[in-house]
């Protein structure tokens, strides 16, 4: 390797914070206890992972540490890769908090391929550098908003969404840190929440307040709107199973499966709620090969429950948690 391809620290780092979720994804990783839905299909299980210190769930650690961001408040939670807790007789995880100087209002991460993570805020997206918490946040070009959905493309860009304009939160926007440039490249017709890619570069957006989901290629063009019936919030996709697949977790305590038997292009060619009885699911996050989706009490804002999380023992109370979903025949990418 000469000179002018050899890796510093902070470019392998930033490979390994990539690269890692795919290696524990393979030799596997510690799980807490606890059940949270009431049914679950059998092909899936369920752990409770962390609570009841919650943040919105959306980016890894080189070493696989899940990273949370605090809504509203300047802070980024770092769950530890094994238990280190118990709450309500559950085995589960008290996180590091970060709290990062500049970082604006807002909620959710992502972290993009050169390693930075990635927050829409009130002041527009802004980059936080995970190697160095001291550092301060850095907004880019880019729009303010409520500042929910964010992802990263296979290709290095930033999807988000933000904007002040119509219902709110409904501008999605690509920002290119190669160029430093942000383009506005779709209108939602309402509201957009969690916002999920895949390995081949597709968007999909959790339309909560308008009950749809949105499929975009990875220029932010239209493929297709699917009507629902829970209120989809957090999103996963499972591109490599077959049939390919999406995930949604639902405000009404559900999480439904997708199938696209015609491809992604073509309407669902079957639609299976696989876990029910859990509390308002909200943004949610794949990682390790698996779906952590959060759930909160939510005063029964879209038909949800009246309690956030049942714990192991048989106590149930208000108290929010992330559940990791996995899938005993294929992965969540």
């Given at each position: 390797?000469n000179k002018?391809?050899?890796?510093?620290?902070?470019d392998?780092?930033r490979?390994l914070s990539?690269?890692?979720?795919?290696?524990?994804?393979l030799?596997?990783v510690?799980?807490?206890t606890?059940?949270?839905?009431t049914?679950l299909?059998?092909?899936y299980?369920?752990?409770i992972?962390?609570g009841p210190n919650v943040g919105?769930p959306g980016?890894?650690?080189?070493?696989g540490?899940?990273?949370?961001?605090?809504?509203?408040v300047?802070?980024?939670?770092?769950?530890?890769?094994?238990s280190?807790a118990?709450y309500?007789?559950?085995?589960?995880?008290n996180?590091?908090?970060h709290?990062?100087?500049n970082?604006a209002?807002g909620?959710?991460?992502?972290?993009?391929?050169n390693g930075?993570?990635y927050l829409?805020?009130?002041?527009?997206l802004?980059?936080?550098?995970?190697?160095?918490?001291?550092?301060?946040?850095v907004t880019?070009?880019s729009?303010?908003?409520p500042?929910?959905g964010v992802?990263t493309?296979?290709?290095?860009?930033?999807v988000?969404?933000g904007?002040?304009?119509?219902?709110?939160?409904?501008?999605?926007?690509?920002?290119s840190?190669?160029?430093?440039t942000?383009?506005?490249?779709f209108?939602?017709?309402g509201?957009?929440?969690?916002?999920?890619?895949?390995?081949?570069?597709l968007?999909?957006l959790?339309g909560?307040t308008n009950?749809n989901i949105?499929?975009?290629?990875s220029?932010?063009g239209l493929?297709?709107?699917i009507p629902t019936?829970n209120?989809?919030d957090g999103?996963a996709?499972?591109?490599?199973a077959?049939?390919?697949a999406?995930?949604s977790n639902?405000?009404?305590?559900?999480?439904t499966r997708?199938?696209?038997?015609?491809g992604?292009?073509?309407?669902?060619?079957n639609?299976?709620?696989?876990?029910s009885?859990g509390?308002y699911?909200?943004?949610?996050c794949?990682?390790m090969?698996?779906?952590?989706?959060t759930?909160f009490?939510n005063?029964?804002?879209?038909?949800?429950?009246s309690?956030?999380?049942?714990?192991s023992h048989?106590?149930?109370?208000?108290?929010?948690?992330?559940i990791?979903i996995?899938?005993?025949?294929?992965s969540?990418?």
């Amino acid at each position: 390797m000469n000179k002018k391809t050899k890796l510093n620290h902070d470019d392998y780092s930033r490979f390994l914070s990539a690269l890692v979720p795919v290696l524990v994804c393979l030799l596997g990783v510690v799980r807490a206890t606890g059940a949270q839905f009431t049914t679950l299909d059998p092909a899936y299980t369920q752990q409770i992972y962390a609570g009841p210190n919650v943040g919105l769930p959306g980016a890894w650690m080189p070493t696989g540490e899940m990273l949370a961001r605090k809504s509203n408040v300047n802070q980024i939670l770092e769950y530890p890769v094994a238990s280190n807790a118990v709450y309500q007789g559950t085995n589960t995880r008290n996180p590091v908090v970060h709290t990062i100087t500049n970082l604006a209002n807002g909620s959710n991460l992502a972290r993009a391929t050169n390693g930075f993570l990635y927050l829409p805020t009130q002041l527009g997206l802004q980059r936080v550098d995970s190697s160095n918490w001291a550092l301060p946040a850095v907004t880019v070009p880019s729009v303010g908003g409520p500042g929910y959905g964010v992802n990263t493309l296979p290709n290095g860009n930033v999807v988000y969404a933000g904007g002040f304009s119509g219902p709110g939160s409904n501008e999605i926007h690509i920002y290119s840190p190669t160029l430093n440039t942000d383009t506005l490249v779709f209108n939602a017709p309402g509201l957009i929440d969690d916002i999920e890619t895949s390995l081949t570069g597709l968007i999909a957006l959790a339309g909560q307040t308008n009950n749809n989901i949105i499929l975009l290629n990875s220029s932010g063009g239209l493929i297709q709107t699917i009507p629902t019936t829970n209120f989809p919030d957090g999103l996963a996709f499972a591109t490599t199973a077959s049939p390919p697949a999406l995930y949604s977790n639902d405000n009404q305590g559900t999480i439904t499966r997708y199938d696209f038997g015609g491809g992604y292009s073509a309407a669902p060619t079957n639609v299976q709620v696989i876990a029910s009885g859990g509390s308002y699911g909200d943004i949610a996050c794949t990682g390790m090969c698996k779906f952590y989706v959060t759930q909160f009490f939510n005063n029964g804002y879209h038909g949800s429950a009246s309690f956030a999380t049942h714990w192991s023992h048989g106590v149930t109370n208000n108290a929010p948690s992330i559940i990791e979903i996995a899938s005993n025949s294929g992965s969540f990418v």
